[in-house]
């Protein structure tokens, strides 16, 4: 069974920046054939996706966050990345990743709360 496990977020004021990182546990899973996403949740509201990229390392992004996250994959580390810059209020959520189409199991995601 793959393990997903978040890491990054924390406290920032608006406008500043953070990376989250997301590493698959099992080495032999086949990272590098699975596009991958990264999903957020904020109070109250259902998962909705934020960023995905492909095999290919081609990413995709939201309209909210477009021009300010930015998405990588480390396929040698089973990582993936979620550069977070001009942070808003509104991105305040955990934030979760996962395979693209066929889910794992959900991590336990990390926090990224933005305030003054």
């Known amino acids: 069974q793959v393990q997903l496990v978040e890491s990054g977020g924390g406290l920032v004021q608006p406008g500043g920046s953070l990376r989250l990182s997301c590493t698959a546990s099992?080495?032999?899973?086949?990272?590098?054939?699975?596009?991958m996403g990264w999903y957020r949740q904020a109070p109250g509201k259902q998962r909705e996706p934020v960023a995905s990229?492909?095999?290919?390392?081609?990413?995709s992004y939201v309209d909210p966050v477009k021009g300010r996250f930015t998405i990588s994959r480390d396929n040698a580390k089973n990582t993936v990345y979620l550069q977070m810059n001009s942070l808003k209020p509104e991105d305040t959520a955990v934030y979760y990743c996962?395979?693209?189409?066929?889910?794992?199991?959900w991590g336990q995601g990390t926090q990224v709360t933005v305030s003054s």
């Open positions: 996962n395979r693209l189409g066929l889910n794992f199991p």
């Open positions: 099992r080495s032999n899973f086949g990272f590098r054939r699975d596009g």
């Open positions: 990229i492909d095999t290919n390392g081609v990413p």
